[in-house]
Every structure is written in C-alpha cells, then in structure tokens.
C-alpha cells in the first residue's frame, strides 16, 4: 500500500520588496503593504512603533482613492510610487510636512510623509501634496503656482486636512503683492503662495474645477502665470486678471475677509465634492438634512447646534481633523511657513 505520510504544507511568501532610496530619512524601513491596486507602497519606520505603523496601514487601505482622485484632478494616469511613514523633524503630528525628490514618476515617486499619530486623515493629504507634484511631469516645481496647486489638492482630496498651514493671510497681511502677472520662481514664499492659494479659490468659485485648473497650469509650464492661466479658462484677457480678482476680494468684504486660503469657498463647489472621501460627502448630507429638519420641526437654535455637534462627535476623529505648508525648492519638502 502506496504510504500517504501527513506533511507540513509549504507556505510561499511573497517577496518583500527592498525600500528606495528616500530623500532623507536614513534609517530603517519596514515593508506594511502594497495598496490593493498596486500603485503605492508604503513602508514605516519601526521605531515609531504602534500609533506609525497604524498610520501606514490606514495609508494602504486609502491609498487607491487618493490616487484615483489625483488622476482624475490631472487628467493623466500616474506611476507607483513608494512611501514612508516616518516621524519628519522628529514630529509625529503630521506638522514635519512631507518631501519627495522631483516632479515626477520617475524620479520623484520615493515619498516621505510625517506621521500623525491618531489622524491618519493628515498623512493621506501629505501623501496627496507630493503625489500631486509627481503628476506635474517636471513642470511648476520649485515655483509658487505649483506650490499653490499642490497644496489645493491635498485640499481637494483631503477635505482641508492641512488647513493649519495657510498662507493667504500672511499675503494680505504683506500688502497683497502682485504675483499674478508675474510668477515667483520659489515655493518658499508665503506671500506668493498665499496669493496663489487666494486666486486658485476664486477661480473654483467661479465654476473652474481642479480638473479644469491643473492640466491648463502644467501646460502653461514654470514660466505660466496665473493671468494666464484665467485667460485660458475664461476667455478673458489675463491683462483683466489681477483687476477682476481684486474686485472679487472687495466685494468679499475686503482684504479683512481673506482668513484663509479658500476666502471664496472653493472647496464647497460641486466640482470639488466629486474629489471628496465618500465620508465627507455623507456627513455633510446628515449635518445639513439634520438642520433641515430641526427648522421645520421649529427647534431653537440652541438645539440646532446640539443636533449638529452631536453628529460630528460621532464621525471618526481621524476624519474630522486636518493640516499643511511649504517647501524647500532643492528637496521639494513641505514644510510649515
């Protein structure tokens, strides 16, 4: 009789694959996992032990929706790209910003991003920064629209994750230099960005989305200005640019109304939502049928904002709070102004 000996069966392994040469961070990288569609990996480091690694694992599981989201903003389809969780400038509250090598898939595609313990949210939106970046194709790097762009989309994607960074006050606060006829060949300067950030808001309030905005700023390359980018969307002279959008800040309210880097709510336009988190999109349904329903039902303010609060301390912490900043031009590093 043939002997059927009961064996240990073999268990193959997938081969771990060896980290990039990162930007900066030069200790050791630990392999979490490939995103489901295959287009990022991400990697930790050890050392930051439970709270990163959660981080780098929320990042595996969101990666293909901010990748899918940022291909579509873009217009193009991106490469893989690999990325690190670790604690940048020695922070892990996501404020060390994010940095990569260059504007591109091909040499750019090694991301670092800070860790931000509890609001793995934050780490998405500074993945988006570079990612963003690496969509640009080697054009607006190391300038302030693309700085402006970029950080819009980690907007975008992010639901203004990265809000604690803002820059268009600092640019009033300076006296709102023109730097719409003329761009500044640095990502470093607040007033620059700022302006950028400001104008890029006007420019969705009008009805100009993100996929509208990007590929016509990529085509315009480093030496595009944002005149010439509202020339190319509305039809109307950039020579009418810096006018128009000076008008629009005064019927705002004045310089005194830019508190942010969105002061005409461009992140509230129906072309911005398709970019959303399906979670931010449902809980803004609750929060506004829930607003809806207490004024029909004639409830006191007092209980409105009760209904309200109610609803958003149910929602995930990591989806309800967000941050960002500015970059080095030699490393491409985001950093707080």
Not at 77 to 85: D, Y
Not at 228 to 254: E, R, V
Not at 322 to 330: D, E, I, L, P, Q
Request: charged share 15%.
């Amino acid at each position: 009789m043939p002997q059927h000996p009961l064996k240990q069966p073999v268990i193959v392994k997938r081969d771990t694959p060896a980290p990039p040469q990162w930007p900066t961070f030069a200790g050791t990288s630990q392999f979490v996992g490939t995103s489901p569609g295959g287009r990022v990996t991400v990697f930790v480091d050890p050392s930051l032990a439970d709270p990163g690694l959660q981080n780098a694992r929320d990042l595996v599981s969101d990666a293909d929706r901010v990748v899918a989201a940022n291909d579509k903003i873009f217009g193009t389809t991106g490469g893989h790209v690999n990325v690190i969780v670790c604690a940048m400038d020695g922070r892990t509250d996501g404020t060390g910003g994010a940095d990569h090598a260059s504007c591109n898939y091909t040499t750019g595609g090694a991301i670092e991003v800070c860790a931000s313990f509890g609001n793995s949210a934050r780490v998405s939106a500074l993945f988006e920064a570079e990612l963003s970046e690496c969509s640009m194709g080697g054009n607006l790097c190391g300038v302030n629209t693309g700085e402006a762009l970029s950080r819009w989309c980690a907007t975008v994607i992010g639901n203004n994750v990265l809000a604690d960074f803002t820059t268009a006050p600092l640019w009033v606060q300076d006296g709102m230099p023109d730097y719409v006829n003329q761009t500044d060949p640095t990502d470093r300067n607040a007033d620059s960005t700022g302006c950028g950030m400001a104008f890029l808001s006007w420019l969705m309030s009008l009805g100009q989305g993100l996929d509208k905005i990007a590929p016509a700023m990529v085509a315009l390359g480093d030496s595009g200005t944002l005149a010439q980018l509202y020339a190319s969307l509305t039809q109307d002279s950039a020579a009418n640019a810096w006018s128009a959008f000076q008008a629009a800040i005064q019927a705002k309210g004045g310089p005194n109304a830019v508190t942010s880097d969105d002061p005409f709510g461009g992140l509230a336009q129906p072309a911005q939502l398709a970019h959303l988190a399906p979670w931010t999109v449902e809980l803004a349904g609750k929060v506004f049928a829930a607003i809806l329903a207490d004024i029909a039902a004639g409830k006191a303010e007092h209980q409105i904002v009760a209904s309200v609060r109610a609803l958003l301390s149910a929602a995930p912490a990591a989806k309800m709070e967000f941050s960002m900043a500015a970059r080095r031009t030699t490393s491409h590093r985001l950093l707080p102004p």
